[in-house]
């Protein structure tokens, strides 16, 4: 399976931006540390790209205005990488989180 993912490929800086996101905003407010997990897995016609965090988390008004780009401190690496997906595989990111637990900030791409 892992050399079936390692063939694909997808934009460059795509997924670079996602961990700096989850160091920074939401491993680094927290005194213990935290763990960042990136999967990629495969199915027919999709690479699914997940960076998870177990950091401080987001709130749904927060994500709202990070997918809608309505953020002037933050999010400028997220609406970059969105608005690449869209150009070129007319798809966005999505991102999931529980306030003080965690954040999930995903995206899948179609395969050839």
């Known amino acids: 399976m892992y050399e079936e993912v390692l063939q694909e490929s997808i934009l460059p800086l795509s997924i670079q931006p996602l961990v700096e996101n989850a160091i920074l905003h939401g491993i680094r407010p927290i005194d213990e540390g935290g763990i960042i997990t990136v999967s990629i897995s495969k199915n027919d016609t999709h690479l699914k790209i997940a960076v998870i965090d177990n950091g401080i988390g ?5 994500i709202s205005n990070i997918i809608n780009d309505k953020t002037t401190k933050q999010g400028i690496g997220i609406s970059n990488i969105n608005k690449r997906l869209e150009k070129f595989y007319q798809t966005q990111l999505t991102i999931e989180s529980e306030l003080g637990l965690w954040t999930k900030v995903q995206f899948e791409v179609p395969i050839n």
């Not at 987001?58 to 927060?62: A, D």
């Open 58 to 62: 987001l709130t749904p008004e927060k």
